[in-house]
């Protein structure tokens, strides 16, 4: 099909440091909260999470040693470029490509600050080549691993004949701000986990644009008004969350047209969707999400899964969601598929596939 983009390999890849949620909450309030009632608040934010279990960037004994932004972006430079470069070798491995095959890199990340970028870290490590294009993306969020996916295919649908690859590490466990009482804070200290991803796409005329789900069209959507739902306040102390009460609200209110605007110019309803891969932002967003678009929670059986399993990853969820679906089951011919995520903007990002 003409002007459309095949998705070769989608592969997620976990720090091997993983602890049930009981035990990051007992680690959050030993480090973050002064007294005993802020512990007990923190305790059933937790629990109402769905979160069993999370992997973080660093075995949990160190992070007592973090005493500041600079040693936890210290830490972020070093993790992120392993988990980065796992994640794309294993990704082209699936493809069934190298890396001096890939024409273009995009990263994303959000929890961490690196100049050079990740991408220029990573195309060093594993080989790509020296003329290779690069994207760094920062400032997405939640929502780069989706809008990433897109913008692959905006760059395949000129350049038809190359590959792309999107390379997604987010460490969230190295953002946590030491002495933040705050309700986002506490929230986010039991939702959010850390991880990579890497999706390998290629263009229409490329010899590899024979197996695997088609991206169709995407659709981006800046609400107005919403620069504080969600981001980072960034001070002395590193990376503070801004996590506003208003996101599910925001969802009830956008995306039920966001996704008919998507799926109308190609005669499609809700209904003739056979796969929903969305971003798992959050029991109540994945509630909000449900609720809107007349889908149950079997819909969105992996989101909720990867919830339960991982966390949140932020830009990383959504690819880890969408490699779980991949293996899920093979699709038939002809499915439809969204890849769908929100982040800081506040803002949809939503991808539409068919196998």
């Not at 002064?34 to 960037?57: C, E, I, K």
């Not at 503070?240 to 996101?247: N, Q, R, S, T």
């Not at 929670?297 to 949140?312: C, F, K, P, V, Y």
């Amino acid at each position: 099909m003409t002007g459309v983009t095949t998705i070769s390999a989608v592969h997620g890849v976990l720090p091997p440091h993983r602890y049930p949620q009981a035990r990051l909450t007992n680690l959050f309030a030993r480090l973050c909260l002064p007294d005993s009632a802020s512990r007990a608040v923190v305790s059933r934010f937790h629990s109402s999470a769905r979160v069993g279990s999370r992997h973080l960037a660093l075995a949990i004994e160190r992070y007592d040693e973090l005493d500041g932004f600079t040693a936890a972006n210290d830490a972020f430079l070093s993790v992120a470029v392993d988990l980065g470069c796992e994640a794309a070798l294993a990704a082209l491995a699936d493809a069934g490509l190298r890396p001096s095959d890939v024409d273009l890199t995009v990263s994303t990340t959000v929890t961490g600050i690196a100049v050079p970028s990740l991408d220029a870290r990573i195309a060093a490590r594993i080989g790509l080549r020296p003329d290779v294009k690069r994207i760094p993306i920062i400032g997405l969020g939640c929502l780069a691993g989706a809008a990433g996916v897109a913008r692959l295919h905006d760059f395949l649908r000129g350049w038809p004949g190359s590959v792309a690859m999107l390379v997604s590490v987010e460490l969230c466990s190295l953002t946590v701000q030491r002495q933040d009482p705050s309700a986002a804070n506490m929230i986010a200290s039991g939702l959010f986990g850390d991880g990579a991803a890497a999706v390998v796409a290629v263009g229409s005329e490329h010899i590899g644009a024979t197996a695997g789900p088609q991206v169709v069209d995407s659709l981006s959507h800046l609400y107005a008004d919403s620069e504080r739902a969600m981001g980072w306040d960034v001070g002395s102390t590193g990376l503070k969350i801004v996590l506003g009460a208003e996101v599910p609200e925001l969802v009830r209110e956008h995306l039920a047209d966001d996704v008919k605007n998507l799926l109308a110019p190609h005669g499609l309803e809700v209904g003739d969707i056979a796969r929903w891969i969305c971003h798992p932002g959050g029991p109540k967003v994945i509630e909000a999400i449900q609720s809107v678009l007349g889908l149950d929670e079997q819909d969105l059986a992996m989101t909720w899964r990867s919830l339960h399993e991982i966390g949140n990853l932020s830009s990383a969820s959504v690819l880890h969601v969408f490699a779980d679906t991949l293996a899920a089951r093979p699709a038939a011919p002809g499915d439809w598929g969204v890849v769908m995520a929100m982040g800081p903007g506040f803002c949809a990002e939503l991808v539409l596939l068919r196998w």
